[in-house]
């Protein structure tokens, strides 16, 4: 695995920020949104959004109903999974 890219998280409390990016590509949605709200990736916890950067090697979790987003910063492969518990 290798390269690395750039995580945007929002939490089910804060669902509006999340909203739209799931129809475009990260980077439009990014761009759209970083017009209206300049320290987006500078001022994260003021839209109550987590930004992390995931090196090769890194494993990200995704808390359960977070939506989120990524943005590749340089070439990156990499797996993902979901996990789902019957109680």
Known sequence: VEGEKLWL???????????????????VWLRR????????LTNPERYGMMVCKQTAGQTMFVPTRWTHTTVNL??????AAE?????
Do not use: Q
């Open 9 to 27: 998280l929002f939490p089910s409390s804060h669902p509006r920020m999340g909203v739209g990016y799931s129809n475009m590509e990260a980077v």
């Open 33 to 40: 949104t970083g017009k209206l709200h300049p320290d987006l």
């Open 74 to 79: 340089s070439p990156a492969i990499g797996f």
């Open 83 to 87: 996990l789902f518990a019957i109680c």
